[in-house]
């Protein structure tokens, strides 16, 4: 089991910038991909960015240019740097992380971020 705890949420004006992180923790883990979602109200969960093991990213389009993600390999953590934040960006936005050998999709329990405009 793993288990994904998020931090960084919270208000920001639109133009604004944000910093969230997600740390994993468990045992004998080796993570294959970690990523963030965002689900906005009354909209369906959707991918913003993902880092995938060997340091490919990719990006929805909407984020490109403004969302960075990036990771920290010995720390088993991945942050997503926020820029140029649009209240569109309002959601709850949930940590992912896809483990080597194991079938299981764990999930963060989510961290609101809300953009004012």
């Known amino acids: 089991q793993v288990q994904l705890v998020e931090s960084g949420g919270g208000l920001v004006q639109a133009g604004g910038s944000l910093t969230l992180s997600c740390a994993a923790s468990?045992?004998?883990?080796?993570?294959?991909?970690m990523g963030w979602y965002r689900q906005a109200p009354g909209k369906q969960r959707e991918l913003v960015a993902i880092?995938?093991?060997?340091?490919?990213?990719n990006y929805a389009d909407s984020v490109k240019g403004r969302f960075t993600i990036s990771r920290d390999i010995a720390e088993n953590t991945v942050y997503l740097q926020m820029n140029s934040l649009e209240p569109e960006d309002t959601g709850v936005y949930y940590c992912?992380?896809?483990?080597?050998?194991?079938?299981?999709?764990?999930w963060g329990k989510g961290t609101l971020v809300t953009v004012s405009s």
């Open positions: 468990g045992k004998r883990f080796r993570i294959n991909a």
């Open positions: 992912n992380a896809r483990i080597w050998s194991d079938p299981n999709n764990y």
């Open positions: 880092v995938i093991s060997g340091g490919t990213t």
